[in-house]
């Protein structure tokens, strides 16, 4: 298929709303059965030629390690929860999109004349990268949460008055968590 037909395909699927099934698909059928191999492979891949000297490519060295590092903890973490990586697939997804992006920006960058582009990949960093951070920190934090009982995905996790599927750890990293009320504890 042509890059104008992927193009169309990510616009259809974003307006029939399958962009959860895709990450789904891609985590849970493309991932987690081959341990994360495949994807540390295509992260090596993209790794070579950049050099952390400089300091863009060494911000996207970071990203994929990040990456791989949060990927592999979700692959071991998904053989004790099998529903975690469902949970977490639209966050999977988007992170290894955000990852793509600035290694893409990184190449449009060094090419000649990439002046024009300036502009455009600062507002990347500034404004966009930003959710890769949150994303991950989605993913580990929910990885950490896997002991809390009230994120036995049931039901009862968005009654949860300290956090929604420990969400709130992000938002408030330095809080303490306790044995609540409801009588669970949280990670």
């Known amino acids: 298929m042509d890059e104008g037909g992927h193009i169309g395909e990510l616009g259809r699927d974003w307006r029939e709303g399958t962009n959860e099934i895709q990450a789904i698909d891609l985590l849970v059928r493309k991932v987690l059965p081959d341990g994360g191999a495949a994807l540390r492979m295509m992260l090596q891949g993209l790794r070579e030629g950049l050099d952390d000297r400089r300091a863009i490519e060494k911000a996207v060295l970071s990203y994929l390690a990040r990456l791989?590092?949060?990927?592999?903890?979700?692959?071991?973490?998904?053989?004790?929860?099998?529903?975690?990586?469902?949970w977490v697939a639209g966050d999977h997804l988007r992170a290894v999109a955000l990852a793509l992006l600035a290694w893409a920006w990184?190449?449009?960058?060094?090419?000649?004349?990439?002046?024009?582009?300036?502009a455009p990949g600062e507002a990347l960093r500034r404004w966009?990268?930003?959710?890769?951070?949150?994303r991950l920190g989605i993913i580990e934090n929910e990885i950490k949460g896997q002991d809390c009982p009230t994120i036995a995905l049931s039901p009862q996790a968005s009654q949860c008055p300290r956090h929604v599927s420990c969400r709130a750890a992000i938002l408030l990293?330095?809080?303490k968590h306790r044995d609540d009320a409801g009588g669970h504890r949280h990670a």
Request: charged share 20%; hydrophobic share 35%.
């Open 68 to 86: 791989e590092t949060t990927t592999n903890s979700l692959v071991k973490a998904a053989r004790a929860a099998p529903q975690l990586p469902y």
């Open 106 to 118: 990184v190449r449009i960058r060094s090419t000649p004349g990439n002046q024009r582009w300036q």
């Open 128 to 134: 966009v990268m930003p959710e890769f951070d949150m």
């Open 173 to 175: 990293p330095d809080a």
